[in-house]
């Protein structure tokens, strides 16, 4: 089943009018004799329109920062956006030897109505000289929320302060909620501190072995980073850092030494990736390690750009031996899922990789979108240049890098680059929009309206998208799943990570209860009898 | 699991917090909105709030939490959100078509001062449709307060007092606790045979059915009319004075209905206070019905004491649930030596400490605390049993100690918000939990041969 532009032109024909020809640019019936296809993306949402968006710190330390164990987070503000960002993304981390992991912690400032009035500086400093005290981490991050940008605390003279006082690095990042049009300013922000304050801070000069490789945009949700780490390390690669799903200060410094960065979630971290390329020389290639087809597709492409002729055979190895132990399994599950279809309305990445996995077990993804993205994770990298700059982008600091005279190395010559790019994503992304079919839907920003829209003309097998509107699909008889923390299970990356989504979604498909729904008596007759003959 | 806590406890002098004990205001005021019958809490703010507010509240009830926002960015900060606002309330009337829209403001908006009021003087309001709102300065209070102060503008926008007399009906303002517990309230008054208006009312609407519908307002909730009407009650009885005195006092103050605060009626004794209240002021009998299930839940408590009596119990949440919870727990012969809630308020501590004194008790009591000290005092005071919400697992699990889970939110575990603590037969339940957790503990340590069948 597939959507009309007459379905379309009525679902709009419900809003206001301005917000009709807002919404109208955001949605787009993929039509490959048109291509390419233009959409609106990362503008702002419109007011009164139930979004499923967050804010800049969500961003910032909720999704990009949170995750790093061995620093003490603290939240600059009143105590809620501290306590919401406590532990909510299911970001897994092994606490290292020396013990420092931070993340089980919230700190706030816990602003009250006197640090609103007469400003926050002096307690910050406060919170941080009992952190360290107490915690001894090997870095502090400062996340400012909506009311400290407005009452002007300098948050980074007051990092500056605790780092020369203290001796660790104390970082600020200016993430107040309202900056940008969703958690991607967030990000951004993140990632340019992170760029600018940690990576190069380490020692290493040099690659410490063959292969090495930094993972970035994976936040180890369910334990993704650690299958994915189980497969890179058995091929004989050398991960050196991940940002930043069971990251640490101490492992992200030494992120400039690797030979290859991988970039799992464009949308998080594209920056940082062509930043370090420029600082660095260190080329990054766009992975999906979620769905078997993309997980070995991701392979293969990281053993072209090493080239090593050990290295394809080992690769092609792993991915034989995996495939014979889990074919066999997915084989019992796509019996159930074949043929279904899916909705598939994620973050920022995931929108676009759940669809292989979707792939995998024969499910189709009629529908799909991203919360947060860019045009460019849509329709590709190229359209980058051609990107409006609005004024809500322009508020978020643009970080120039140059190369860094100190570590600064060509991993791989331009003309061995420009041959490269030709067979792997070196360097780029298509975007989502070219695995779409004809007549599927695709559709940034989805709101809550159109979601209930949508799912009624499609009648999707099963919806994916995060908590908030997980329960809506299910009042439906919907199987709904959260692709945002796995509804408490995972990993999902991976090989393993795929048999345990097919039993998942298996599950979701063939429990009992759903079967309840209807009582027995709807549509019975309150009496019945017989005509007496 | 939470290695760095020492057991040393120093004055923290800064006022921030580690591992708080409460949230911001602007989740409460969305919850209480909830309880209107269709109605659209909507967050006058950033989006990160209102996504933050809507995922937990999701979290806790399992079920959909629908409300707008009105996605500031830098330019509505700066310039004021009041075009922001009125292009919400438009958009939210013709595409969701709520009956009420409540706002609630968060700490952006409050700081850079927007006056709600003067916005919806100028704002386009279909006819036959209400917008209400409450200011909820995230860096004042709790959650709690936030609760407090929707409620109380329920109170301010729609009471009226329009007869000439009183009725007999009595307002019930049930505080910050789940749907199971407003049906449960619902279910003792009517029981008594009086009738009743319960505002904030979540019940049906946080909790709803799986019917195969998605329904975007579904049955629950207290009704406009009903809302009104209010002002007409003969009395307000307000269960818990943090989440609910303040409503019932804007009720006296505005349509003159006798206000009264009771404790939430968690265990004999103030379940006993709130039948009794009902009963005095409407002058009918307790029905035998009810008499009866205080029997039960008396011979249970009687007939299980040996497991309580005595143990050491740590408690924090809310205020007006950890008032309840200490009150039950030295009703069964326990001794709480930690009691301790985030939200603010020397009331707490007065009222703890004097129902410590009663039974001849000291113990560690703390308004505006946090569960970094609270663990602390753990450290240096070990206790049998934690009672709290979702949060103190991490507690439990580095002190090895069990933790009965009560109060918001509880993020790990399912059901809970259809299964009442208040309430007689919300005491069996919380006397059931508590017994479980300690046997199963003794169960679970006990060596073979002191293994046994019969406990």
């Not at chain 1, 700190?107 to 002096?122: L, N, Y």
């Not at chain 1, 996340?143 to 302060?161: E, F, M, N, R, Y």
């Not at chain 1, 279809?341 to 993804?365: M, N, P, W």
């Not at chain 2, 703010?45 to 999701?58: D, W």
Request: aromatic residues 8%; charged residues 25%.
């Amino acid at each position: 089943m597939s959507v009309t532009e007459k379905d379309l032109e009525r679902i709009l024909e419900a809003y206001p009018a301005k917000v009709k020809r807002n919404r109208k640019k955001h949605i787009l019936i993929k039509d490959s004799s048109q291509e390419p296809q233009e959409i609106e993306a990362n503008t702002r949402t419109i007011p009164g329109i139930i979004t499923n968006r967050g804010c800049a710190y969500a961003g910032c330390k909720g999704v990009v920062l949170g995750p790093l164990k061995d620093i003490v987070h603290i939240t600059h503000g009143p105590v809620g956006c501290g306590y919401y960002s406590w532990l909510t993304r299911r970001n897994k981390a092994k606490t290292p030897p020396d013990g420092k992991n931070y993340l089980a912690y919230c700190v706030t400032t816990d602003m009250q109505e006197k640090d609103i009035v007469f400003g926050g500086e002096k307690k910050l400093a406060q919170v941080i000289d009992e952190v360290v005290e107490i915690f001894k981490p090997n870095a502090i991050t400062i996340s400012a929320t909506c009311p400290v940008g407005l009452i002007g605390d300098d948050i980074q003279a007051v990092a500056k302060a605790a780092q020369e006082k203290h001796g660790i690095p104390v970082m600020g990042f200016n993430c107040e909620g309202y900056r940008g049009v969703s958690q991607s300013a967030g990000h951004h922000i993140a990632n340019n501190g992170l760029l600018e304050w940690v990576v190069g801070k380490g020692e290493m000069t040099a690659a410490p072995a063959k292969y090495s490789i930094n993972i970035l945009g994976e936040y180890n949700i369910g334990g993704d980073s650690w299958e994915i780490h189980r497969i890179l390390e058995e091929i004989g690669y050398h991960v050196i850092a991940v940002a930043s799903g069971d990251g640490s200060y101490e492992d992200l410094k030494n992120a400039h030494v690797a030979d290859l960065n991988l970039v799992q979630c464009h949308r998080s971290i594209n920056y940082i990736a062509e930043m370090l390329e420029i600082k660095y020389g260190t080329p990054w290639l766009k992975v999906n390690f979620i769905g078997v087809e993309a997980t070995c597709q991701s392979l293969r492409d990281m053993a072209q750009y090493f080239g090593d002729e050990e290295l394809i055979k080992k690769t092609e190895e792993v991915i034989a031996k995996e495939l014979a132990r889990i074919e066999p399994i997915l084989e019992q599950y796509r019996k159930i899922c074949k043929g279904k279809t899916a909705f598939c309305f994620v973050g920022g990445s995931r929108g676009h990789h759940y669809q292989k996995l979707f792939e995998d077990l024969g499910i189709e993804t009629v529908l799909a979108g991203y919360e947060f993205a860019h045009r460019d994770d849509y329709e590709g990298r190229q359209v980058i240049p051609h990107i409006k700059v609005d004024a809500d982008s322009k508020n978020i600091p643009e970080l120039h890098v140059e190369p860094d005279p100190k570590f600064f190395k060509l991993r791989i010559s331009p003309e061995k680059a420009e041959e490269l790019k030709k067979k792997i994503p070196l360097s780029y992304y298509a975007g989502m929009n070219v695995d779409m079919k004809d007549g599927h839907v695709i559709i940034d920003d989805m709101n809550h309206f159109e979601t209930e829209e949508f799912i009624r003309i499609l009648k999707p097998d099963i919806f994916a998208s995060g908590i908030k509107d997980k329960y809506i699909p299910h009042k439906m008889g919907i199987p709904s799943k959260q692709l945002h923390n796995y509804d408490y299970s995972g990993p999902y990356a991976g090989f393993n990570g795929a048999v345990k989504f097919a039993q998942d979604v298996t599950a979701m498909f063939t429990n009992p209860a759903w079967n309840f729904i209807a009582p027995p008596w709807k549509g019975k007759p309150l009496l019945e009898g017989q005509l007496q003959k | 699991m939470l290695d760095f806590t020492p057991k040393e406890i120093k004055e923290r002098a800064s006022g921030g917090l580690i591992n708080p004990a409460k949230t911001c205001q602007p989740i409460g005021a969305m919850y209480a909105a909830l309880g209107i019958h269709r109605c659209l809490p909507h967050s006058h703010g950033s989006q990160g709030c209102c996504a933050y507010h809507r995922s937990h509240l999701t979290r806790h009830f399992r079920d959909p939490i629908l409300a707008s926002t009105s996605s500031f960015t830098e330019g509505a900060s700066v310039f004021g959100g009041g075009a922001n606002l009125k292009t919400a309330i438009k958009n939210v009337f013709a595409i969701y078509n709520p009956d009420v829209m409540a706002i609630h403001t968060t700490c952006l908006t409050e700081t850079i001062g927007d006056d709600i009021p003067a916005f919806l003087n100028q704002a386009e309001i279909p006819e036959g449709k209400i917008v209400i709102h409450a200011n909820t300065p995230s860096y004042v209070g709790s959650h709690i307060t936030g609760f407090s102060n929707m409620t109380r503008g329920m109170v301010n926008y729609l009471s009226e007092a329009t007869t000439e007399t009183k009725k007999e009906q009595v307002n019930i303002i049930p505080g910050f606790v789940n749907p199971g517990d407003m049906r449960e309230i619902k279910r003792l008054v009517k029981a008594m045979g009086i009738n009743f208006i319960m505002f904030p009312d979540t019940s049906g609407v946080v909790d709803s059915p799986m019917t195969g519908k998605f329904e975007m307002f579904p049955k629950g909730g207290t009704t406009v009319e009903e809302l009104k009407d209010t002002g007409n009650s003969k009395l307000t009885i307000a269960l818990g004075s943090f989440a609910s005195t303040d409503a019932a006092i804007a009720l006296e103050r505005k349509c003159k209905v006798p206000a009264k605060t009771l404790k939430t009626p968690i265990g004999v004794k103030a379940t006993d206070e709130f039948l009794m209240t009902l009963r005095n002021t409407f002058v009918t009998e307790i029905p035998y019905e009810l008499e009866e299930e205080r029997g039960q839940l008396v011979d249970i408590m009687v007939d299980t004491h040996h497991q309580f009596h005595g143990k050491k119990v740590a408690i924090f949440g809310d205020p007006d649930i950890v008032i309840g919870l200490t009150e039950l727990v030295l009703g069964l012969g326990m001794v709480p030596v930690h009691v301790l809630t985030g939200t603010p308020g020397s009331s707490f501590e007065k009222e703890v400490r004097a129902m410590l004194l009663e039974s001849g008790l000291k113990g560690n009591v703390k308004a505006a605390g946090d569960l970094f000290e609270f663990h602390q005092w753990i450290k240096n005071e070990p206790v049998d049993l934690i009672i709290g919400n979702t949060y103190g697992k991490y507690i439990a699990r580095a002190e090895d100690i069990p933790l009965v889970r009560v109060g918001f939110p509880i993020l790990d575990r399912s059901v809970h918000s259809y299964m009442p603590i208040v309430g007689y037969k919300g005491a069996m339940r919380l006397v059931e939990m508590i017994s479980n957790a300690l046997l199963d503990r003794q169960d679970r340590d006990a060596a073979d041969e002191d293994f046994e069948l019969v406990m």
